[in-house]
């Protein structure tokens, strides 16, 4: 069964700094293309970022310059770094996978910016 986990979310202080992981159990996982979207009570599911197969990356707006994604293939593994948090990344962040009509899903992982 394809899987990704998430780990790495918890509370923050604003200005800090949190990484986020997320390990695949996919064999082709350095064929997919990976996300991390992030999703509120109060707002539709954001594409945070993206990163093709061959490390190519992309960033919404609001995240340009605070946040990096990266994947290391070998390792099966794909990180976000999150540097200068604010209260409005505060979001359940999960991890996604993408190839051709092959798409996965993370369960999720909370995170928090808050003094």
């Known amino acids: 069964q394809e899987q990704l986990t998430e780990r790495g979310g918890g509370l923050v202080q604003p200005g800090g700094s949190l990484i986020l992981s997320c390990t695949a159990s996919?064999?082709?996982?350095?064929?997919?293309?990976m996300h991390w979207y992030r999703q509120t009570s109060e707002k539709s599911r954001e594409l945070v970022a993206g990163i093709l197969s061959g490390g190519v990356a992309d960033y919404a707006d609001s995240v340009k310059g605070r946040f990096t994604i990266y994947r290391d293939n070998p390792t099966r593994m794909m990180y976000l770094q999150m540097d200068k948090l604010k209260s409005d990344d505060t979001a359940v962040y999960y991890c996604?996978?993408?190839?051709?009509?092959?798409?996965?899903w993370g369960q999720g992982t909370q995170v928090t910016v808050s003094s």
């Open positions: 996604h996978a993408q190839f051709d009509a092959d798409e996965i």
């Open positions: 996919t064999r082709i996982f350095r064929q997919y293309e």
